[in-house]
């Protein structure tokens, strides 16, 4: 697995504009898991919609919280499989709960076809009812995406403070965003659906470059983008990558709460993190 310091110079290279070249991408090829993964227990919302959670071994005192999001059309018991994301629980004593898109997709913003439901509020709910059930560490509680779950943890990290720090495997920013974001996004440079360079993908869909999310999120983030030899897929590192990068610092963030329908929501909670 690359280490943080390449994590970190990639991102350099994508937030000044550059097109990574080829013979300086890591030759990280994007492996199918092998091993059939539950999504842990599942529990029912009072919306209708429900999410599964996968709790920490006991005594250690809270724990974070890592959610995952899995792609357009894509089931959370699928998603536990190919992102390895509930073994979190045990490798680094961390509850995760897998949520799932309602009727095939989340709403995702900036054009994405969706039925129009409040993800938003789906999102909260579930951090809300998961700390009912786990001794949760409220600055701790992290999202990681993949694909169309990924553009939903963009629109999450731009509109509402839920989250500390995220992690985007083979999404796109489809919104705008004006509050600080913590983010690491992983792309196959093989990848047609959602396409590293921008350009049409899935459905026709006309994807914004990886590499201009840059400069389109504020000077007060901590943006990294690193690339791999893959195409449209969660590679099997990417999994502590992601919790390594949210875990590597402890943000100041409000206790999670229920974001506001509209553009108001965006919190102005200072954050600490690096520049550009």
Do not use: K
């Given at each position: ?24 991408i ?22 209708g ?7 920490p ?27 390895q ?20 997709r ?29 001794a ?57 659906t ?16 990886a ?32 919790y390594?990068?949210?875990?590597r610092d ?8 229920r974001p ?5 929501g ?8 690096g520049?550009?």
């Amino acid at each position: 697995m690359p280490s943080r310091r390449d994590v970190l110079a990639t991102g350099a290279w994508a937030a000044a504009g550059v097109m990574v070249p080829a013979h300086a991408i890591p030759r990280l090829a994007a492996s199918a898991a092998v091993a059939v993964i539950p999504p842990g227990v599942r529990y029912a919302l009072p919306s209708g919609r429900a999410y599964y959670l996968t709790r920490p071994p006991p005594g250690g005192g809270s724990c974070p919280l890592m959610v995952g999001l899995p792609g357009t059309y894509q089931t959370a018991t699928s998603f536990a499989s190919a992102s390895q994301l509930p073994t979190l629980a045990a490798s680094r004593r961390c509850a995760v709960a897998l949520v799932g898109p309602y009727a095939g997709r989340w709403n995702a913003g900036g054009g994405w076809p969706s039925s129009g439901q409040d993800d938003l509020a789906y999102l909260a709910d579930v951090i809300s009812d998961a700390a009912t059930r786990a001794a949760l560490t409220p600055d701790q509680v992290y999202v990681a995406g993949f694909s169309g779950g990924g553009m939903m943890v963009w629109r999450a990290m731009a509109e509402t403070d839920l989250f500390a720090a995220a992690g985007v495997v083979s999404g796109a920013l489809l919104v705008p965003c004006g509050r600080p974001v913590d983010v690491l996004h992983i792309h196959g440079t093989a990848d047609t659906t959602v396409p590293l360079y921008g350009g049409a993908g899935f459905e026709g869909f006309y994807f914004p470059p990886a590499y201009a999310e840059g400069w389109r999120v504020p000077r007060a983030s901590v943006w990294s983008l690193m690339p791999h030899t893959g195409g449209h897929a969660w590679p099997a590192w990417a999994t502590h990558a992601v919790y390594d990068f949210c875990a590597r610092d402890r943000l100041a963030t409000a206790p999670p709460r229920r974001p506001s329908s509209g553009p108001s929501g965006r919190s102005s909670s200072p954050r600490r993190g690096g520049g550009s």
